[in-house]
C-alpha cells in the first residue's frame, strides 16, 4: 500500500484573492516611492518649471525688439529649425507663445521622455535585479503593484511638471499672450508624448533582463521617433507630413498651442500608453520574476582569466548601455549632418528679405553652417554629458545594492574599484561624444560637404572632451562625500542646457552667469580654434573632481539600503 503525502497550498498562493490580488499593496508602495525619490523628482520638477519660466521671460524680452521673433520666426522654417524646432505652426506671426510651442516641445519631450524612462527601469526592472523586489513581494504585495505603483507615481508627478509648468508660463507672460489653456495644452501634450516612452520601458522591462538594457533600448526608440518626426516635417512645412504622425514627439507639437490649439492630438498618446500598458501587463503575467521574454545568450563555461578584474566587472555591466546610446544618437546625428549644405543658401535667402534678419545676423551667410554645426555639437555634448553622469552614479547602485561590499571583501582595494567604475565611465563618455562628432562629419561627407574637414572635427571633439568630464568628475566627488546629493549632477547639466541656448536671449545677464557651465569654457565649435589653455584648464577641474572623488570614498563607510 502505498501512501501519497501531498504539501497544502495556501488559499493566497494557489488562487488570486477576489478584487484583484495582483494589485496589493499598491498605495504603500506609492507612498514609498514618492518618499524615496522626494529629492530626485523634486529636482527633475524645478528644472522643468524653470525652463519653461526661463524661456518664456527670454523670448519676451526679445520680443521687445521689433522684428526680432520675426527674424526667429523665418529662421524655423529653414532645415536647422525644423529639426531643432518642429513643423513650424504660426511662423508667419510668430509670437512669444508660438516661440516656445516649436522651440521648445522637442527638449522637454526629451528631458519628460528621459525621466519618464528612468524612474519606470528605476522601481522595476532595476529593483529585481538588486533582489528588493523579492523581499517586498515576500509581503502581502501582488505581483503587478510595483509596476502599477511606478506608473502612477510617474503620471503623478507628470501631472505636476504640466500644471505648474503652465501657471508659471501664464504668470510670466501674462493671461494675454500665454492664456492658460494654451500653456496647458502646450504642458499636457509634452508629458503625454513622454508617458508613451515610459511605457515603452515598462514593455522593455519585461522582455530584457537588465535595467540597462531596457532603458539603452527605450532611448534607441526615442532616437527612432526623434528621426521619424524630423524626416516628416522636413517633407512638409508647416505642418509635417503624414510621416511625422508616426512620432509621439509630433503629438506634442500637433496641439497647435499658440496658434490653433486643439486637444484631440493628445487622445493619440493616451491610447497608445494604455495598449502598452496592457501589453507589459501580459507579457510580466507570463514570464518567470527576475526573468525576461527574451532569453539571454549563454556565456562561455569557463570565465576567461581577462574577467577576474574589477575593470572587467565595470565593463560588463555598462557595455549595453554604451552600445545602444552610440547606435541611437549616431544614428540622429548622421542624418543631423546630411542637413547641413543647405542651411546657407536657404538663410542667405531669408536675410536677402529681411532687412531685421540682415541688422540681427549680418549678411555672411557662410557662417550660418558652423552656426548649425555648432548647435548640433552642443546637443550632441549634452547628451555625452548625461551618459557620464549615468555612469558615474553606476559605484552609488553598486554600493545601495551591496553588490560593492561583496567586491571589496575581495582582495580589491577601494581605489581600484572605484578607479575601474570610473574608468570604464569615462572611457565610454568620450567613446560617445567621438560617435557623435564623426557621425556628424560623416553625414555631411555623404551630401558632398568637405568643409570644414575632419581636422577641425577632430579639434572640437578634443576641445568638449574635457568639459564633459567635468560632469562625471563632479557625479563621481558628490557620491564619494555627499550620497544624497548626487542629483547635483543633474540640476548642472539642466542649467547648462538653458543658459547654453536661451542665454544669450537675455541683455542685461551677468557674464558670470555663463562660468558656470563648462560649456562657456569651450571655445565655440566650428567658428573659433583650438584653444589649448581652455583644454588644459578644463581638464585640471575634471581630475580635480576625481581626485576629490577617490579621495572622499577612501574616507566614508559604505552604505547599503
Not at 5 to 23: H, I
Request: charge should be neutral.
Amino acid at each position: 500500500m502505498t501512501t501519497t503525502l501531498e504539501r497544502p497550498v495556501p488559499a493566497a498562493a494557489s488562487a488570486p484573492a477576489r478584487g484583484g490580488s495582483t494589485l496589493s499593496g499598491t498605495g504603500s508602495l506609492i507612498r514609498f516611492i514618492l518618499r524615496r525619490d522626494r529629492v530626485r523628482l523634486s529636482v527633475w520638477t524645478g528644472s522643468l518649471v524653470l525652463f519653461y519660466a526661463y524661456f518664456t521671460a527670454a523670448l519676451g524680452i526679445m520680443g521687445e525688439t521689433e522684428g526680432a521673433l520675426q527674424a526667429r520666426g523665418a529662421l524655423m522654417e529653414t532645415p536647422s529649425g525644423i529639426v531643432m524646432g518642429g513643423p513650424g505652426y504660426g511662423v508667419e506671426n510668430y509670437t512669444v507663445g508660438a516661440a516656445i510651442a516649436n522651440e521648445g516641445t522637442v527638449w522637454v519631450v526629451l528631458a519628460l521622455a528621459l525621466m519618464s524612462i528612468l524612474h519606470v527601469v528605476r522601481h522595476t526592472r532595476a529593483e529585481e535585479e538588486t533582489g528588493r523586489s523579492e523581499l517586498v513581494r515576500a509581503a502581502p504585495v501582488g505581483r503587478h503593484a510595483p509596476a502599477v505603483a511606478a506608473v502612477v507615481t510617474l503620471v503623478l508627478v507628470n501631472a505636476v511638471i504640466a500644471g505648474v509648468s503652465a501657471l508659471a508660463m501664464t504668470g510670466v507672460g501674462g493671461a494675454e499672450e500665454m492664456p492658460l489653456a494654451d500653456s496647458l495644452g502646450m504642458t499636457v501634450g509634452a508629458g503625454l508624448s513622454a508617458m508613451v516612452f515610459g511605457s515603452i520601458a515598462l514593455v522593455f522591462c519585461q522582455l530584457v533582463e537588465s535595467g540597462r538594457g531596457a532603458s539603452g533600448r527605450s532611448v534607441a526608440v526615442f532616437g527612432l521617433a526623434f528621426a521619424v518626426e524630423v524626416a516628416g516635417n522636413l517633407r512638409e512645412v508647416p505642418g509635417g507630413s503624414a510621416l511625422s504622425w508616426f512620432s509621439p514627439i509630433a503629438w506634442a507639437q500637433q496641439t497647435r498651442a499658440f496658434v490653433d490649439l486643439r486637444w484631440w492630438p493628445m487622445a493619440l498618446s493616451v491610447v497608445t500608453i494604455v495598449v502598452l500598458l496592457v501589453a507589459a501587463s501580459m507579457l510580466a503575467s507570463r514570464r518567470d520574476f527576475g526573468g525576461g521574454m527574451i532569453a539571454t545568450r549563454a556565456g562561455r563555461p569557463d570565465a576567461r582569466d581577462s574577467l577576474r578584474s574589477p575593470l572587467a566587472l565595470a565593463w560588463i555591466q555598462q557595455r549595453g548601455a554604451l552600445r545602444w546610446s552610440a547606435l541611437g544618437l549616431g544614428a540622429m546625428w548622421l542624418a543631423s549632418g546630411t542637413l547641413v549644405p543647405e542651411i546657407g543658401t536657404m538663410i542667405g535667402d531669408l536675410i536677402a528679405d529681411n532687412p531685421a534678419m540682415q541688422g540681427i545676423f549680418g549678411e555672411d551667410t557662410t557662417r550660418f553652417e558652423a552656426a548649425f554645426l555648432g548647435a548640433i555639437m552642443l546637443y550632441g555634448a549634452l547628451c555625452a554629458a548625461a551618459y557620464a553622469i549615468v555612469m558615474g552614479l553606476r559605484p552609488k547602485a553598486e554600493e545601495t545594492t551591496g553588490r560593492a561590499e561583496l567586491a571589496l571583501s575581495t582582495p580589491v582595494s577601494r581605489g581600484r574599484w572605484l578607479g575601474a567604475q570610473l574608468l570604464v565611465a569615462g572611457v565610454g563618455t568620450v567613446v560617445l561624444l567621438a560617435v557623435s562628432v564623426y557621425a556628424l562629419w560623416a553625414g555631411a561627407v555623404s551630401v558632398e560637404m568637405t568643409e570644414p574637414g575632419l581636422g577641425t572635427y577632430t579639434e572640437v571633439l578634443l576641445g568638449y572632451i574635457p568639459a564633459v568630464l567635468i560632469y562625471l568628475g563632479l557625479t563621481a566627488a558628490l557620491f564619494a562625500w555627499i550620497p544624497r546629493a548626487t542629483a547635483a549632477g543633474w540640476a548642472l547639466l539642466a542649467y547648462t542646457f538653458v543658459i547654453g541656448m536661451f542665454g544669450g536671449l537675455i541683455e542685461d545677464l551677468p557674464e558670470a552667469a555663463h562660468w558656470i557651465s563648462p560649456f562657456y569654457w569651450v571655445p565655440e565649435a566650428f567658428v573659433a580654434d583650438f584653444d589649448a589653455g581652455s583644454f588644459v584648464g578644463l581638464s585640471a577641474v575634471a581630475a580635480a573632481l576625481l581626485v576629490l572623488a577617490f579621495v572622499g570614498f577612501r574616507r566614508r563607510d559604505l552604505q547599503t539600503v
